[in-house]
């Protein structure tokens, strides 16, 4: 080699494959040495579009647009294509994309009560081995304990007055210290809640939810959670050297 460097191209190259005609991303393994002609043909296997109605586009292994693809008698290795690049392919016929626009495409619709009297549909098959809401014990057992659920946060909202300090322990969630601002129910989930003002930027919001002011306080200060998350009791604000320089 008389002390040069040889410099040795892979002769294939694996590239990600996507298109108008399909939501879906595929991995492919090419040989540079074929022309974007022949590419396109071997592309009518994987994609389904015609090679005369072909478009492709490359991009870089970090999808950034470089360049089309658009001499049929090139080399597929005489464009930049590395491992992990992606060619698009954009189908010109606009044939195929018919199948894939379902606003044209005719619904069947049956009436509840004809739906009702099949004996081959999911419902019926729930009906006859009583699943889901088809079963009326489990159901009824359900509904009993969130019926006692709730009551149980009833008593403990009742036993929570605005104004008390608060530990507030919700399961996955570090422990907050904070003040009651609110108690009672709301319009954006059924139930009782309460609305705490935290020492500390731990919250969701400033006391408003869906438009709705329920309480004052800084932004990502409040929250709202259920009454039996609520530890009241002599909790001081904690001194996190905010006057500290």
């Not at 191209?9 to 040495?33: A, D, H, I, K, Y």
């Not at 659920?149 to 009833?154: I, T």
């Not at 904070?178 to 020492?199: A, L, N, Q, R, S």
């Amino acid at each position: 080699m008389d002390g040069g460097v040889a410099i040795v191209t892979n002769p294939t190259v694996n590239v990600r494959l996507t298109s108008t005609l399909s939501s879906f991303e595929v991995q492919r393994r090419f040989n540079r040495g074929i022309s974007i002609a022949e590419l396109k043909g071997k592309l009518e296997m994987v994609m389904g579009a015609s090679p005369s109605s072909m478009d492709l586009e490359l991009f870089s292994v970090s999808d950034t647009f470089l360049q089309k693809m658009d001499d049929n008698e090139a080399l597929l290795g005489s464009y930049p294509v590395d491992d992990d690049c992606r060619i698009h392919v954009t189908d010109t016929s606009g044939q195929m994309n018919e199948f894939a626009d379902v606003s044209k495409v005719e619904k069947f619709e049956l009436a509840d009560d004809a739906y009702e009297k099949r004996t081959d549909s999911a419902r019926s098959f729930m009906k006859k081995h009583r699943v889901g809401q088809y079963n009326e014990e489990e159901m009824a057992k359900k509904k009993a304990e969130l019926a006692a659920r709730e009551e149980e946060q009833k008593a403990a909202a009742d036993a929570i007055s605005v104004g008390n300090r608060c530990k507030v322990q919700v399961p996955g969630q570090p422990t907050k210290l904070g003040t009651v601002m609110y108690v009672g129910t709301t319009d954006f989930k059924p139930g009782h809640w309460v609305g705490v003002k935290y020492d500390e930027p731990l919250g969701k919001h400033d006391g408003t939810v869906d438009g709705k002011k329920y309480f004052e306080c800084d932004s990502k200060y409040g929250g709202f959670v259920k009454p039996l998350s609520v530890l009241v009791g002599d909790f001081p604000e904690e001194d996190y050297g905010l006057d500290e320089m």
